[in-house]
């Protein structure tokens, strides 16, 4: 028979009774209509005593006849605005609620089941020894039983001090780790030991034969069985398979993980090195070391409890790259990168290497899914709108990942990713050909030049010139080879205050190179031609050549400040490095007495063409937004951000293309009229077709993104000149400040740094910025609340660049900090042996005094340094021995100096048979020394 059971005078209930009554409330209060399957049938005398109690809610109990409890239900389930209401289903499972009238009610409710040892298990944790619930409660075979031994457990009270206190497990977790010595208020004795571990075990249910082994690590210490507990806790219930060994008793022990949780969590935020020092001690633990080693990678969570988690799923992420299946390898990185993991929290290299992972698998991922974009294109308008909405992240991509995987040159775990870049290099630049042969192709059938309105020739006319008539002091920046997707990254990371900014793209002027895109940003253009008196060295305007910076800031000035040439007005101009160097005070005068800037910058393009690695190019970034700032600071509020043309990031395994008709270069050629006609592997156009005014010559081009044999030194990672997007797709970014509030009294800062630790190639500081108040009103970019820092070395041999640091932000080689709040681990990477790092705020945001950290000397004493007398040679030396490889590229990185590997190569020949290693000379990718 069904029965509505309704309230009735309380009763008494049991613990267990309380608990499962405190389940079912908030379950019923959170979800309303509560469909309770009782499979075994063993809560129906605990239903029938909760109405007789008074359950908040009505209760409707199944007791065998379907049509009384349909007629029961009558009107207590409908509407949308449910009222709460239990549904007992004794002896009802998932699948044989199908075969029942009851089917549209379970689907309409929300399902609860609970096993009846699951429950007694949760009702005794904290007040029955674990030990005994893990052996004697799966006997217990009812719920009165369950209720009598829980009754009688409770008999006799509290078993000594810490039990009569009554202290939550935080709260003496937190006390034991803030004072070792005390507890209660009172010296910690050693008799305390064992009633305290007692107390613990009782409420976080560690199990005997795992406190003892965790005592076993270290006998005289109370925190390793204490966190080393909650750390497996942890480790076993983050687990997607079962644990081995003697780590499933733990698992059975999941009515405790809240509290255990809860704890750890403490630890990591306030206790971080607690934390590490314990999992490295648990990670040699014979019973966890065999878990650790068990099953598959993936296999061991989203959490990374222990540092060997870490590093197996990074191995495993690895190689799946390596075999192309980068999905697995994303989400690993993700969760990694999102996780509350405390390793990569501590050691910021750590973070390094799986932001590379999610560069490498985010790279494949974008290639993969931006097969032959452009096939539906009609006009070059439409291949440059696809490639500034949509194509220009996978360049963003890749340049990233290079960057990344630049930093990781003089790091061991450097050789351990190369096969995993290499395979997703070669997915790039298959995709990367693949976009440029079908963009070349419609240049063929459209015309390789693109309407006025996305021509590089007109920027200044168009965009600068408007500005500067209507009386705005207005900033141009001319930016050699910056990329339309570097840009990009730029108006992302300026974005804030009042700014307003809006990246368009244009085409750059065929060739790509500077001598043709920096003189074609001044104003040239007639009639829309570009007048050549000689093929690319300069271009005519009135009655001089615009061929040089000098003259460029002449014609500049002659168009927009002096037109009648009266007064020889010029625009202000620096040099980046000018500006980022000059006093903030003497940048402001100078300001104030111009209406228009003109900022150049070879930076980029000098870091490619030197091969300083892509690493370098975030930091080229960092320097731009730093002078955007300084220039709005000194009152500047109108922008204009462009490039003379992009740049391509070679590869390395592709041959070039034999061609030896005119003057040929690495990414174009320049022939007589007639001299060439397109194949399958160039394309041509003449000078005539892209409106020059001058030499009847053509150019040719390689159709995807390989070069010409070509005579003379090029940039092995790095180059331009050619009809590829990248090249020629540059930017037109225009930043629009607002008016600009006073803030309340400012506040100055100063910066606090010392050494921790110095090595040949890495350096770890403490930093941190400190309030010092002088009551000075500023003006202040609005919403702004961190102090940015740039790291650098005076001496211009040497470099620097910022890997990562723990309690605060990196973006584009600058830490982001917090003043009053400690970042107490600052990794740098180095080379050319600083002997100082110096540590400013380069955006004037503030009055801050720039700096200086000693780094201490490193010497490498072998038994061989008297068997080389050249300085370089042995530094080179040094660097195989400690880390077992050397590039080429990282021979010029490491000494700076052009000809360094031609020496290395000529000295260690007669070397070999003296020194204490062998020498192996790897050719398959460049040239690399192995140490073996």
């Given at each position: 028979m069904a029965r509505q059971l309704?309230?009735?005078?309380?009763?008494?209930?049991?613990?267990?009774?309380?608990?499962?009554?405190?389940?079912?409330?908030?379950?019923?209060?959170?979800?309303?209509?509560?469909?309770?399957?009782?499979?075994?049938?063993?809560?129906?005398?605990?239903?029938?005593?909760?109405a007789l109690r008074g359950f908040f809610a009505p209760i409707v109990s199944f007791r065998g006849s379907y049509l009384e409890m349909l007629l029961a239900l009558d009107g207590k389930a409908d509407g949308l605005d449910k009222p709460p209401l239990l549904v007992h289903l004794p002896g009802q499972t998932p699948e044989t609620i199908l075969k029942t009238p009851l089917l549209e009610l379970y689907e309409a409710g929300t399902k609860f089941t609970k096993n009846l040892h699951t429950l007694i298990k949760e009702a005794a944790a904290g007040t029955v020894a674990p030990e005994r619930i893990r052996d004697e409660v799966d006997k217990l075979p009812n719920f009165q039983a369950a209720e009598e031994w829980l009754t009688l457990q409770a008999e006799g009270g509290p078993s000594n001090e810490f039990e009569r206190a009554a202290l939550s497990p935080?709260?003496?977790?937190?006390?034991?780790?803030?004072?070792?010595?005390?507890?209660?208020?009172?010296?910690?004795?050693?008799?305390?030991?064992?009633?305290?571990?007692?107390?613990?075990?009782?409420?976080?249910?560690?199990?005997?034969?795992?406190?003892?082994?965790?005592?076993?690590?270290?006998?005289?210490?109370?925190?390793?069985?204490?966190?080393?507990?909650?750390?497996?806790?942890?480790?076993?219930?983050?687990?997607?398979?079962?644990p081995v060994g003697e780590l499933r008793a733990v698992k059975e022990q999941a009515a405790f993980r809240k509290v255990c949780e809860l704890c750890l969590s403490l630890v990591r935020a306030s206790f971080p090195q607690v934390y590490k020092d314990v999992a490295q001690e648990l990670e040699n633990l014979p019973l966890l070391r065999e878990d650790l080693e068990a099953g598959a990678a993936e296999e061991l969570g989203k959490i990374d409890t222990f540092s060997r988690e870490d590093l197996r799923l990074l191995e495993a992420s690895l190689a799946c790259l390596d075999r192309g299946d980068w999905k697995p390898a994303s989400e690993w990185a993700e969760q990694r990168l999102e996780s509350p993991s405390l390793w990569l929290q501590l050691e910021p290299d750590r973070k390094h290497r799986w932001e590379l992972v999610g560069a490498c698998s985010n790279l494949a991922g974008l290639c993969q899914r931006s097969q032959r974009p452009l096939k539906d294109c009609s006009t070059l308008e439409d291949v440059v709108e696809i490639y500034a909405s949509s194509l220009h992240p996978v360049d963003r991509a890749h340049r990233l990942m290079e960057q990344l995987y630049d930093k990781l040159r003089f790091r061991p775990e450097y050789a351990s990713f190369k096969g995993a870049v290499d395979k997703v290099r070669q997915g790039y630049?298959?995709?990367?050909?693949?976009?440029?042969?079908?963009?070349?192709?419609?240049?063929?059938?459209?015309?390789?030049?693109?309407?006025?309105?996305?021509?590089?020739?007109?920027?200044?006319?168009?965009?600068?010139?408007?500005?500067?008539?209507?009386?705005?002091?207005?900033?141009?920046?001319?930016?050699?080879?910056?990329?339309?997707?570097?840009?990009?990254?730029?108006?992302?990371?300026?974005?804030?205050?009042?700014?307003?900014?809006?990246?368009?793209?244009?085409?750059?002027?065929?060739?790509?190179?500077?001598?043709?895109?920096?003189?074609?940003?001044?104003?040239?253009?007639?009639?829309?031609?570009?007048?050549?008196?000689?093929?690319?060295?300069?271009?005519?305007?009135?009655?001089?050549?615009?061929?040089?910076?000098?003259?460029?800031?002449?014609?500049?000035?002659?168009?927009?400040?002096?037109?009648?040439?009266?007064?020889?007005?010029?625009?202000?101009?620096?040099?980046?490095k000018e500006l980022i160097a000059a006093p903030t005070q003497?940048?402001?005068?100078?300001?104030?007495?111009?209406?228009?800037?003109?900022?150049?910058?070879?930076?980029?393009?000098?870091?490619?063409?030197?091969?300083?690695?892509?690493?370098?190019?975030?930091?080229?970034?960092?320097?731009?937004?730093?002078?955007?700032?300084?220039?709005?600071?000194?009152?500047?509020?109108?922008?204009?951000?462009?490039?003379?043309?992009?740049?391509?990031?070679?590869?390395?395994?592709?041959?070039?293309?034999?061609?030896?008709n005119g003057e040929v270069t690495r990414r174009y050629a320049l022939a007589a009229t007639g001299a060439s006609v397109a194949t399958d592997e160039?394309?041509?156009?003449?000078?005539?077709?892209?409106?020059?005014?001058?030499?009847?010559?053509?150019?040719?081009?390689?159709?995807?993104?390989?070069?010409?044999?070509?005579?003379?030194?090029?940039?092995?990672?790095?180059?331009?000149?050619?009809?590829s997007l990248q090249e020629r797709v540059i930017p037109v970014l225009t930043l629009d400040y607002g008016e600009r509030a006073k803030a309340a009294p400012r506040t100055r800062f100063c910066i606090k740094a010392s050494l921790i630790e110095t090595t040949p190639?890495?350096?770890?500081?403490?930093?941190?910025?400190?309030?010092?108040?002088?009551?000075?009103?500023?003006?202040?970019?609005?919403?702004?609340?961190?102090?940015?820092?740039?790291?650098?070395?005076?001496?211009?041999?040497?470099?620097?660049?910022?890997?990562?640091?723990?309690?605060?932000?990196?973006?584009?080689?600058?830490?982001?900090?917090?003043?009053?709040?400690?970042?107490?681990?600052?990794?740098?990477?180095?080379?050319?042996?600083?002997?100082?790092?110096?540590?400013?705020?380069?955006?004037?945001d503030y009055q801050i005094a720039t700096v200086e950290v000693a780094l201490a000397a490193v010497t490498v004493r072998t038994d061989w340094q008297a068997l080389v007398e050249d300085a370089n040679v042995f530094k080179i030396l040094s660097h195989l021995d400690k880390h077992g490889s050397i590039r080429e590229e990282e021979i010029f990185q490491l000494v700076d100096n052009n000809r360094a590997a031609r020496r290395f190569a000529n000295a260690l020949e007669p070397l070999r048979a003296k020194l204490p290693f062998k020498v192996r000379i790897d050719t398959s990718n460049g040239t690399t020394y192995i140490k073996e």
């Open positions: 309704l309230t009735h005078p309380q009763t008494r209930k049991s613990r267990l009774a309380a608990h499962l009554e405190d389940l079912l409330a908030a379950k019923v209060r959170t979800s309303r209509l509560v469909v309770w399957l009782d499979r075994e049938g063993v809560y129906s005398d605990f239903v029938d005593q909760l935080e709260s003496l977790l937190n006390d034991l780790l803030r004072q070792p010595d005390s507890i209660l208020d009172r010296k910690l004795e050693p008799a305390d030991r064992e009633p305290l571990l007692d107390y613990w075990s009782l409420k976080t249910g560690l199990l005997p034969d795992i406190r003892q082994a965790l005592v076993q690590i270290r006998p005289a210490s109370l925190v390793v069985p204490v966190v080393g507990w909650l750390l497996l806790m942890e480790y076993v219930n983050d687990l997607k398979r079962s630049y298959s995709w990367l050909d693949q976009l440029n042969r079908d963009y070349n192709r419609l240049c063929e059938q459209l015309g390789f030049l693109p309407p006025a309105h996305l021509q590089q020739r007109q920027i200044y006319e168009q965009v600068v010139h408007p500005l500067v008539q209507q009386q705005k002091k207005t900033a141009f920046f001319l930016i050699d080879a910056l990329r339309y997707e570097m840009a990009a990254e730029l108006a992302e990371c300026l974005q804030g205050g009042q700014l307003t900014a809006r990246l368009k793209p244009r085409m750059a002027e065929l060739p790509t190179i500077t001598k043709v895109g920096m003189n074609a940003l001044a104003p040239v253009a007639r009639d829309g031609q570009l007048r050549l008196k000689k093929a690319f060295e300069g271009f005519v305007y009135e009655d001089f050549s615009v061929n040089s910076p000098a003259r460029r800031i002449q014609a500049m000035g002659q168009r927009s400040l002096d037109p009648v040439k009266h007064k020889q007005k010029m625009p202000l101009a620096y040099t980046l003497q940048v402001s005068d100078a300001v104030a007495q111009h209406r228009m800037v003109v900022v150049s910058s070879g930076e980029v393009d000098q870091a490619g063409e030197k091969d300083l690695g892509a690493s370098t190019f975030e930091g080229i970034l960092s320097k731009l937004q730093s002078a955007v700032r300084i220039l709005h600071n000194c009152g500047v509020k109108h922008f204009v951000l462009t490039a003379d043309h992009g740049f391509l990031i070679n590869n390395p395994k592709a041959p070039p293309i034999p061609y030896d160039m394309v041509t156009v003449s000078l005539k077709q892209l409106s020059y005014d001058g030499p009847d010559q053509v150019l040719c081009f390689a159709r995807d993104s390989r070069s010409f044999s070509a005579q003379g030194q090029y940039a092995e990672t790095y180059s331009h000149g050619g009809n190639t890495m350096s770890r500081l403490r930093v941190q910025v400190e309030e010092v108040h002088d009551g000075q009103m500023a003006l202040i970019e609005a919403g702004q609340r961190e102090v940015r820092l740039a790291f650098s070395s005076p001496d211009p041999k040497a470099g620097v660049q910022l890997l990562g640091a723990t309690g605060a932000q990196v973006v584009n080689q600058q830490l982001l900090v917090i003043p009053g709040q400690n970042v107490d681990n600052v990794v740098l990477l180095t080379s050319g042996s600083p002997g100082v790092i110096q540590i400013s705020h380069p955006d004037s």
